[in-house]
């Protein structure tokens, strides 16, 4: 997997330039390829299983290890937007800023003695301008 993301991110789009203007000519596999390696180097952050954030935990018993969890509860609402791996927050589906910016999801920090604490956080998509959009004024 990671070989074909290379290629499709570092190698294929070096040949775009030699494309350039000919696309009418070019097959429909090459034309798909040449659209999916444009979208995962401008949208590369849209991608399924992209980390948002890493979550630490402050105690007052130093070296406990924690575990995070997502917990219903009142802001848990986007939950299902998201995963936890570890301690890193995953995206688990793909945003679009055009339809929605922010998203509330509830965690919970378990410590090795069964302590807890939860909390609500804000979750605020930014529109990031790929090199291929043009800047509106």
């Known amino acids: 997997i ?59 018993d130093a070296g406990d290890s924690y575990t995070y969890s997502l917990v219903t509860g009142i802001g848990s609402a986007d939950n299902a937007s998201f995963t936890i791996l570890g301690n890193q927050l995953l995206t688990a589906e793909v945003f679009d800023f055009e339809t929605r910016n922010t998203y509330s999801i509830r965690v919970r920090t378990t410590d090795q003695g ?6 609500v956080f804000i979750i605020h998509v930014l529109r990031v301008l790929s090199s291929s959009q043009p800047q509106q004024e």
């Open 114 to 119: 069964g302590l807890t604490f939860e909390r």
């Open 2 to 60: 990671a070989t074909t993301v290379f290629l499709l991110t570092f190698v294929l789009p070096r040949f775009t330039t030699l494309f350039a203007g000919k696309e009418a000519l070019l097959p429909l596999p090459t034309k798909m390829l040449l659209g999916i390696s444009a979208f995962l180097r401008d949208f590369w952050y849209l991608v399924i299983g992209t980390v948002v954030g890493t979550f630490t935990t402050t105690d007052p």
